[in-house]
């Protein structure tokens, strides 16, 4: 597609249940990232893939967080028996291996754990 | 580590003063820089990025930076701010680890 592609938009989930968020990322591709965005927190990283590497998952802040990149595009970031302070923003972006930096956001998801 | 830091989480200026967001990143090897802007509700958008090419960087709706490495920063202006600049913008710095490191953020207000 034309940008990163990310989906719900906006998740409600009550405090215990899992939760799934997608990333399509930007065709061609190859490294992926995932960010989570808090009131007042900045941009905090969570896990990057690149191509067919093992993943980078230094940022994920418990076992309850895990992320898949199936076929090296799609990407799935599962949250395990969600939490209130999870409520937050969570932005996927990729970039083309050269890039360096120069990532395409999504507009992220809106995640609210009640 | 790398860090970066962003001098003030809000900043307000008149439409058509100056815009200076400041940004200060700690690294015993210059990375590349970016900032980035957010607007409500939206992802990230790349103003522009320093890759050690000039120092003086120009992006898009009027913005550049500079790249100083005595004071390891790289702060953010425009000459004449606009209503429509009102948003968030991220300082950010890229290394060897491959992934971006970013500031907290600076929102900026322009009051009319």
């Known amino acids: 597609g034309a940008g990163v592609s990310q989906s719900p938009s906006n998740k409600v989930t009550e405090k215990g249940k899992d939760v799934e968020l997608r990333c399509d990322p930007i065709s061609g591709h190859t490294a992926l990232y995932w960010y989570r965005q808090s009131l007042g927190q900045g941009l905090e990283f969570l896990i990057y893939?690149?191509?067919?590497?093992?993943?980078?998952k230094s940022g994920l802040p418990s076992d309850r967080f895990s992320a898949e990149r199936t076929g090296g595009s799609v990407s799935t970031l599962t949250i395990q028996r969600t939490q209130q302070e999870d409520s937050a923003v969570y932005l996927c972006?990729?970039?083309?291996?050269?890039?360096?930096?120069?990532?395409?956001f999504g507009s992220g998801t809106r995640l609210t754990v009640v | 580590a790398q860090s970066v830091t962003q001098l003030g989480s809000h900043v307000s200026v008149s439409e058509g003063a100056l815009v200076l967001l400041r940004c200060n990143y700690s690294s015993s090897v210059p990375p590349y820089l970016f900032w980035y802007v957010q607007y409500p509700n939206q992802g990230l958008q790349l103003l522009l990025k320093?890759?050690?090419?000039?120092?003086l960087v120009k992006g898009i709706n009027g913005f550049e930076a500079e790249f100083k490495k005595s004071e390891t920063s790289f702060h953010l202006t425009k000459p004449s701010a606009h209503m429509s600049d009102a948003a968030e913008y991220f300082c950010a710095a890229y290394n060897q680890g491959g992934k971006l490191i970013f500031g907290q953020g600076t929102e900026l207000s322009v009051k009319p």
């Open positions: 893939f690149q191509g067919n590497s093992a993943p980078d």
């Open positions: 972006a990729s970039s083309a291996d050269r890039e360096r930096g120069g990532y395409t």
């Open positions: 320093y890759t050690s090419a000039a120092t």
